[in-house]
């Protein structure tokens, strides 16, 4: 297996750019989803999913999204027009070419904005942004770039920055996606046996008291009371120590259990930009080609990976869906990889941990020339690949993983790809207010 490609997405939700090599950071590839657009409802307006005037935009509730097309623009060295004027700024730096086609008259416009911008230079402004319950201080950039994008939507709209170097603001991962997070189904099949454990105890020395007493009955009553009657309905901890009181409601327990049990290693702590859940995106040319294979001929030519939105492509995949039981990945350098020319030099492998399943919405069903949703992709997959227990409603195309080490490495399209570890079953993903646990066990009010 190889990398067949690489793609970063510098502004969230519009298209990302197709690269032949990069680098991998612990945050994520150099630039990837470090701008999100967002719809300004308003002074003293509230969006009812954000809690705040700001709306994040995604291609699943703004398909037009999908029309804008994003490329990096390297600096061109300073000089002086005959004018002795020097050149436009955009171009002393690197930037970002935005470039909007309008499907209808297919008329271009074009933005730049910097790849990097100033802060402190811009006077950039702060704005809270929360997404998937998932908090950041982000800054608003300058109003002349998110007025290009106001007057393309017909509505206000805040270009939103990140930062970068110290300033550089991100979310934390929430969940059990990060790869410390404790393993959710073996820690409640411990508890629920440390529990039924217990129980049976409590229950044998009701016995032997009241065999002692000479009662049968009072031995049989005592044997079959229900254990929330008694101190043994409380949960017990792995030190032996008495938890807090279960609720009655299986699912609620279910819930809280996992709730409790979602703890990162403090040593350790993992952040994203303005990517959903990780910071990458894995996926398999293979599955590609089974979802294509489900649509109508039209629809399933028109279908590309661009859609998914992955980080990393993994070709030469003998089946569809196989990665789902990736737990773990390493990348070897392309001179491993027989179909591409030995390398001048060598470099230090990369692993990525697979955590979670990237569950899908009907971003999927946008059609990238028109911008309008028409599609059945979703539906297609709905049928076999809802796999993950945690988000069972949704379907699953692609995992996601973070960088072992905080080492920044490199990567390149023909690298050699290794499967290094596998699960047994499909992950169950855990994150707070998008898998059935309900954010306020994270975020009590």
Known sequence: MHIEAIYHYPIKSLRGV???EVTLTPRGLPHDRTFMLLRDHGEGNKHPKSGTRYENMHVSGFPQMCLFTTAIRKAVPTSSNDDGDSKDDAEKEDCIEITY????THSQSTLLIPLVPDIEALHLTRVFVRMHQSPTLAFAMPSHYSQWFSNIFGFTVVL?????????????????VAPNAVDVNNQRQQKLE????????????????????????GGVLESWVPSYFTSSSADINADGTEAEEMPTDEHDAENLLEARELRQDASKHYELSFADCAPYLLASSASLRDVAERLSDDEGNRLDIARFRPNIVIGGVDEAWVEDMWSEVRFSSASAATHVPQRMHERSDAMLHLTANCVRCPSLNVNYSTGEADGTVLKSLMKDRRVDKGMKWSPVFGRYGFLNGDEHVQLSVGDGVEVTAKNL???????PGM???PKEIWFPS
């Open 435 to 437: 898998s059935g646990t």
């Open 160 to 176: 939103a920055y990140l930062g970068h170097d110290e300033m550089a603001q991100t979310r934390p991962v929430l969940g059990n």
């Open 425 to 431: 079953e499909h992950a169950k993903t855990i994150w």
């Open 194 to 217: 440390m529990r039924r454990r217990a129980e049976h105890a409590e229950a044998e020395r009701r016995r032997q008291r009241a065999s002692k007493r000479g009662t049968w009955l």
């Open 18 to 20: 197709s690269v032949s």
């Open 101 to 104: 086609t309008d499907p209808s």
